[in-house]
């Protein structure tokens, strides 16, 4: 099993739909999960970072966290074309290193 | 602020041969991590320094990658002898301290192995 795993993708919605991205970890003492975004050809930049149960939102990104479920994931709402990247879901383990996914590619049709 | 400096950008080298790539991380940024992003996959970690001493390597090549940060501050990775497997893009990231996840990342150094 890998200890990040992401929907495989690639996933496409027209623009202004709601993105879906989903993950899972391995890891059950996992702490701390991130998403990031990567354009291509360009490095990983933070978008999101969540920590407890529940719900977290900025603008129009809301992350969601259930770690009974090893369960991560980002809703992207009012999708734009700009938001038409790679995605990477980040999780820290116990020692505090940090091991991403293989992340999903989003393309969002104008 | 200055972001995290990588050099080379772009790399072409043979198979067997050797190679190093250099990174400054942020001023005043205690940790520094090289990942490797082989295309269409996510970054792989290979080490990470806290200061000059090493938290993780255990996904590192030890025989044939070697990293190290003197001083603290400056990386640097070297891969010897080089693989075709090797081909990848090595990214260097640095955050104030471990365990915050947030990640500044350089602009990375995109290795070709013939």
């Known amino acids: 099993q890998k200890e990040v795993e992401q929907n495989s993708g690639p996933l496409s919605v027209p623009e202004g739909a709601i993105a879906s991205l989903n993950c899972t970890y391995s890891?059950?003492?996992?702490?701390?999960f991130f998403w990031y975004r990567q354009y291509s050809g360009k490095s990983p930049e933070l978008i999101m970072s969540?920590?407890?149960?529940g719900d977290k939102e900025d603008g129009r990104f809301t992350a969601q966290l259930n770690k009974a479920s090893q369960y991560v994931s980002l809703l992207i709402r009012d999708s734009q074309p700009s938001d038409s990247a790679t995605y990477l879901c980040?999780?820290?383990?116990?020692?505090?290193?940090?091991?991403f996914g293989a992340g999903t590619r989003l393309t969002v049709k104008p | 602020e200055a972001g995290v400096a990588q050099s080379p950008r772009y790399k072409i080298i043979e198979k067997r041969q050797s190679v190093a790539f250099w990174c400054n991380p942020i001023?005043?940024?205690?940790?520094l991590y090289w990942y490797q992003q082989i295309l269409g996959q996510g970054p792989k970690l290979l080490i990470q320094?806290?200061?000059?001493?090493?938290?993780?390597d255990s996904q590192l090549p030890k025989d044939r990658f070697s990293a190290e940060r003197l001083k603290g501050v400056d990386s640097t990775l070297k891969i010897q002898p080089a693989k075709l497997e090797d081909s990848a893009v090595y990214l260097c990231?640095?955050?104030?301290?471990?365990?915050?996840?947030?990640?500044?990342f350089g602009e990375g150094s995109r290795l070709t192995v013939l």
């Open positions: 969540i920590y407890s149960n």
């Open positions: 320094f806290q200061n000059n001493g090493v938290v993780d």
């Open positions: 001023s005043g940024h205690a940790t």
């Open positions: 980040a999780v820290i383990k116990n020692n505090n290193d940090m091991r």
């Open positions: 890891d059950r003492g996992s702490q701390s």
């Open positions: 990231a640095s955050s104030r301290t471990g365990g915050t996840g947030e990640l500044f």
